[in-house]
């Protein structure tokens, strides 16, 4: 491999990787951008969108960053639709809404952001809709949310009704991203969280993998939190991920 393929092979690999902004604050924020130069994609989630409030995004695009708005919308039709029409005004790349919130909602989900879109002169944010938290285990699914499904089945039933009412792909464990792959295609987004180097702890993860397998798997998109932002090194972690996945690239 030359120089030249090597260099567009770590780009490629890096853009996969979005890293989660999970401080309180828009100033502890900000200094993890400024930290982290070489990371493109970051993840906004509930902790600083309540905590800052949409200035977030603005410092996001300024400094010409991907947006993974990762609120996971969970409400009746008409409330989904109202703020995710609110949210494509900023112009993120990725939104989250739950697929338990059904059909209906989904639906309407996607149009209001579109309409949202088109009204702010920008590209609509990608909808990607939520199967099963990776912090739920096949025996939670069981027996506190008393689903009959097996985990794996009802991660797919999740994706297949996003995928037909319209999003543009799913939130799934990278344990699910192969299944999921094969049945949805390659055009339907997978974004797997609970992705953990061999060499990171995997915290309140339940259905953990690494990252060259998730990649390998089907994932589009891995979210990769504490094995980056809590190592006593961001920039080396980050790079050395980057390194182990460029070899599967």
């Excluded at 400024?34 to 493109?40: F, K």
């Excluded at 506190?144 to 985990?151: G, H, S």
């Excluded at 939190?225 to 980050?238: C, H, K, L, Q, V």
Aim: hydrophobic share 50%; with cysteine.
């Amino acid at each position: 491999m030359s120089v030249t393929e090597k260099s567009a092979t770590e780009k490629s690999v890096a853009e996969k990787i979005i890293v989660p902004l999970d401080v309180p604050t828009e100033a502890e924020a900000i200094a993890l951008v400024e930290r982290l130069p070489q990371v493109s994609f970051w993840k906004v989630g509930l902790e600083l969108f309540v905590g800052s409030g949409p200035s977030i995004l603005t410092a996001l695009k300024e400094r010409e960053k991907r947006i993974f708005l990762d609120l996971k919308l969970h409400d009746i039709p008409n409330t989904m639709a109202g703020a995710c029409r609110a949210a494509a005004k900023y112009g993120v790349d990725l939104l989250t809404v739950h697929a338990t919130a059904g059909r209906t909602a989904l639906e309407a989900s996607q149009a209001a952001a579109e309409a949202g879109a088109i009204a702010a002169g920008l590209p609509a944010p990608k909808l990607i809709a939520v199967t099963l938290l990776t912090s739920l285990s096949s025996r939670m699914l069981a027996l506190e949310l008393k689903v009959p499904l097996e985990l794996p089945e009802y991660a797919l039933q999740m994706a297949l009704l996003a995928q037909e009412s319209g999003l543009a792909g799913a939130v799934c464990s990278p344990q699910e991203a192969e299944q999921l792959h094969q049945t949805c295609g390659d055009d339907f987004l997978l974004v797997c969280p609970g992705v953990r180097p061999t060499w990171a702890e995997a915290g309140d993860q339940k259905r953990a993998m690494t990252p060259a397998a998730a990649l390998q798997a089907g994932a589009s998109y891995l979210v990769i939190g504490r094995p980056i932002t809590a190592a006593s090194d961001p920039e080396a972690a980050f790079t050395r991920i980057c390194d182990e996945l460029a070899v599967v690239a």
